[in-house]
């Protein structure tokens, strides 16, 4: 879209292109304490709880006369319900209240030349836009007085605190780590506050444990590719895995590359089950037939349990109702048997004699929306709102971009159908039984000893995000370009994105939640922009590991120990070979293979409706800047030489295979098969 007048910020108008009027606020603020916790008790320590619980009744006082002075006559004394933006931690975005719901920030945007006057700020700002100017005019009297100073104190006593904690780096010996990867889960978390229909209070206790990211990224917006980059530490852009065609894995991660393999070789008793690679879910199971694990990099893997009979339709609750909901049980689906499974396994934590490293892969909410009806019936189809979706939210994207949200047949149904709010309905749902399922294993780890508990790491992550129709277009095919790739694009009427595969908001966050004794505060939320790509080294680190020299990840333990620390990295998400976004605090920049480019600014255009990257002035000093974290020499999609084994692949005349340092093989084409040297890319 061209840029809006400043009455429509942003492009938000507040419709959902039905007429129904669907807003939300996605610049969550949260304030943290920003320091790890300790248990151990300090004269430090002593000296802050006297001056907290002084400061509060001080507070108490001061701030009713301060009210008193201040307050208008007449004024109601009724307190202001609290939002989002007006607590610290998990439980300040949980504060956001049904007002809030689908709300934008309401700012409208500012011309050319005054963004080219404003310097470079963060992406989500960290006041509330709807704090009351009443509010804001109550303080407490400006003169000196005790409690200034005892404020002064307390705060004094907070910085000798975290400088303390700075220089004692924490090192658990040898722990526990508990690797929680869920399938298809986008941030619709109730804790996250981005769609608060959805209620998910195991995901909220786990997030109310340590430290959740709330701008955190996968590696690749599809499974495969992302499940590869995350568990290898290898980018898609330096593997060339880059889709789930690209099938098995294997083909491009080298045995023994894996962070399993790195912990399973240290010590680490190394157990699975579920979905943890893609198409992992027959574990060792003819393991060497179906290639999708290395049976050398764990110790256990058993295959999940059979699906139920009759097995349900891949579209169930999508575009078309799951028949069998009311007949469907909890242990029907094969993710009740995983968590089961885990449970059993954490339960053993203490009866090993080394740590154990154990990878419970949930595949909900991945279609199909099988699940029972009572997680249905907690969110009634008529009570359902859906993501705002503008008609032409389409028409500033490069082609690159329309081609790659093309929707396939299933999701041109979606809306043929009717069937918005039920595809929505059943995301919700299967996002609800995952949260049960998380509640089981959670249970189990609680009820370890604390000994125990306190040197088990708990990271979980899902492996991409998840659209449910929020990009829109309404683009006659006569009048737009093809693609340059294969195909024309084809877009009847309206049209709106579901699934994955995409460079935009939605297919890229995922929940991000680290449990780690010593390390993290409880409650905590960090808005860092950070990838998936960090956990390898950050576990490696946080277990006492050297990490490997193919890892490239950026290691976020300085964030886990302060989530309010200074940080300059950058989150990376691919899309094929070429395609990447780059996300910072504030802003998301995509670039595709043919050099078409999108600009976002989140702190006015939460859902990527304006594309900016045209606007020149400041923006493009931003993409100048974002752009330098591109992957570069991107790795070319290779194509299987059917002259050879497995294990070779052609790109062209040049022949390849990966080699066990990262390094590649090449042939000459004309020697059938025979390789000549090694190099290096």
Same mark, same amino acid.
């Given at each position: 879209m061209n840029p809006p007048p400043a009455e429509q910020a942003a492009g938000l108008d507040g419709s959902n292109g039905n007429g129904i009027e669907v807003?939300?606020?996605?610049?969550?603020?949260?304030?943290?304490?920003?320091?790890?916790?300790?248990?151990?008790?300090?004269?430090?320590?002593?000296?802050?709880?006297?001056?907290?619980?002084?400061?509060?009744? @001080?507070?108490?006082?001061?701030?009713?006369?301060?009210?008193?002075?201040?307050?208008?006559?007449?004024?109601?004394n009724t307190a202001?319900?609290?939002?989002?933006?007006?607590?610290?931690?998990?439980?300040?975005?949980?504060?956001?209240?049904? $007002?809030?719901?689908?709300?934008?920030?309401?700012?409208? $945007?500012?011309?050319?030349?005054?963004?080219? %006057? %404003?310097?470079?700020?963060?992406?989500?700002?960290?006041?509330?836009?709807?704090?009351?100017?009443?509010?804001?005019?109550?303080?407490?009297?400006?003169? %000196? !007085?005790?409690?200034?100073?005892?404020?002064?104190?307390?705060?004094?006593?907070?910085?000798?605190?975290?400088?303390?904690?700075?220089?004692?780096?924490?090192?658990?010996?040898?722990?526990?780590?508990?690797?929680?990867?869920?399938d298809d889960l986008n941030t619709?978390?109730?804790?996250?506050?981005?769609?608060?229909? !959805?209620?998910?209070?195991?995901?909220?206790?786990?997030?109310?444990?340590?430290?959740?990211?709330?701008?955190?990224?996968?590696? !690749?917006?599809?499974?495969? *590719?992302?499940?590869?980059?995350?568990?290898?530490?290898?980018?898609?852009?330096?593997?060339?895995?880059?889709?789930?065609?690209?099938?098995?894995?294997?083909?491009f991660i080298a045995e023994g590359l894996n962070l399993n393999a790195h912990f399973k070789d240290n010590g680490w008793y190394a157990a699975a089950r579920g979905k943890t690679y893609h198409s992992s879910k027959s574990g060792l199971h003819k393991a060497d037939e179906k290639k999708t694990v290395y049976p050398s990099e764990w110790h256990e893997y058993p295959k999940s349990e059979k699906k139920p009979d009759p097995v349900p339709n891949h579209l169930a609750g999508f575009t078309q109702p799951f028949e069998n909901a009311r007949n469907y049980k909890d242990d029907h689906d094969p993710d009740w048997h995983t968590a089961s499974y885990c449970i059993d396994q954490i339960r053993k934590f203490e009866e090993r004699d080394g740590p154990t490293f154990l990878a419970c892969g949930l595949i909900k909410p991945h279609l199909p929306f099988a699940v029972p009806q009572k997680y249905y019936d907690m969110y009634p189809t008529w009570e359902i709102e859906l993501p705002p979706s503008p008609e032409d939210d389409l028409d500033d994207v490069p082609t690159m971009g329309w081609d790659m949200a093309r929707p396939d047949k299933e999701d041109k149904n979606v809306t043929r159908l009717g069937r918005r709010r039920d595809a929505v309905q059943g995301y919700l749902a299967s996002i609800r039984y995952a949260d049960m399922n998380l509640g089981r294993i959670l249970d189990a780890y609680e009820a370890l000893p604390q000994s125990e508990r306190d040197n088990t790491i708990v990271a979980l992550f899902s492996d991409h995000g998840f659209h449910l129709g929020e990009k829109n277009g309404n683009q006659d095919p006569l009048h737009f370009p093809t693609s340059g790739l294969c195909h024309p694009l084809i877009h009847l009427g309206e049209k709106r994105h579901y699934k994955k595969g995409t460079l935009w908001e939605e297919a890229s966050e995922v929940?991000?939640?680290?449990?780690?004794?010593?390390?993290?505060? *409880?409650?905590? @939320?960090?808005?860092?922009?950070?990838?998936?790509?960090?956990?390898?080294?950050?576990?490696?680190?946080?277990?006492?590991? $050297?990490?490997?020299?193919?890892?490239?990840?950026?290691?976020i333990r300085r964030l886990l120990e302060n989530p309010d620390a200074t940080w300059d990295g950058k989150a990376v998400s691919t899309?094929?070979?070429?395609?990447?976004? @780059?996300?910072?605090?504030?802003?998301?920049?995509?670039?595709?293979?043919?050099?078409? &480019?999108?600009?976002? $600014?989140?702190?006015k255009d939460p859902y990527e409706h304006t594309n900016r990257a045209d606007w020149?002035?400041?923006?493009?000093?931003?993409?100048?800047?974002?752009?330098?974290?591109? *992957?570069?020499?991107?790795?070319?999609?290779? &194509?299987?030489?059917?002259?050879?084994?497995?294990?070779?692949?052609?790109?062209?005349?040049?022949?390849?295979?990966?080699?066990?340092?990262? !390094?590649?093989?090449?042939?000459?084409?004309?020697?059938?098969?025979?390789?000549?040297?090694?190099?290096?890319?």
């Open positions: 807003t939300i606020d996605k610049n969550v603020s949260t304030g943290t304490d920003g320091g790890g916790s300790n248990s151990n008790s300090s004269p430090l320590c002593d000296r802050r709880i006297i001056i907290a619980v002084v400061s509060l009744v @001080v507070v108490g006082i001061a701030g009713g006369i301060a009210v008193a002075l201040t307050k208008p006559s007449g004024t109601s202001r319900p609290a939002t989002a933006a007006s607590g610290g931690g998990v439980m300040g975005i949980m504060g956001a209240t049904d $007002d809030d719901f689908w709300q934008s920030d309401g700012m409208a $945007d500012e011309s050319l030349e005054e963004l080219q %006057q %404003q310097p470079y700020p963060t992406r989500r700002p960290s006041s509330s836009p709807h704090q009351s100017d009443a509010a804001a005019e109550a303080k407490p009297p400006t003169k %000196q !007085s005790v409690l200034d100073f005892l404020f002064q104190l307390n705060s004094e006593a907070n910085e000798e605190a975290q400088q303390q904690q700075q220089t004692q780096k924490i090192t658990l010996d040898n722990p526990n780590i508990l690797f929680l990867p869920v619709w978390l109730s804790y996250t506050g981005k769609n608060p229909q !959805s209620k998910t209070p195991n995901f909220d206790r786990l997030a109310a444990m340590g430290l959740a990211f709330t701008n955190a990224h996968a590696a !690749s917006t599809i499974c495969n *590719p992302s499940r590869a980059a995350t568990w290898s530490g290898i980018r898609p852009s330096t593997s060339g895995c880059y889709d789930n065609k690209d099938e098995p894995w294997t083909r929940p991000f939640i680290w449990v780690v004794p010593g390390v993290t505060s *409880p409650g905590s @939320v960090c808005r860092r922009a950070v990838d998936l790509m960090s956990i390898y080294p950050t576990l490696c680190d946080l277990a006492g590991l $050297d990490v490997p020299s193919h890892v490239e990840g950026a290691n899309m094929g070979y070429e395609n990447h976004a @780059v996300i910072d605090e504030r802003y998301r920049y995509i670039r595709y293979q043919d050099g078409s &480019e999108e600009l976002y $600014d989140h702190s020149g002035g400041r923006y493009n000093t931003i993409k100048e800047e974002l752009s330098a974290w591109l *992957p570069k020499n991107g790795m070319r999609k290779w &194509e299987k030489d059917q002259t050879c084994t497995d294990s070779y692949y052609a790109d062209n005349d040049a022949f390849v295979k990966r080699c066990e340092d990262g !390094s590649f093989v090449g042939r000459d084409p004309s020697d059938s098969c025979n390789f000549v040297d090694c190099h290096e890319r």
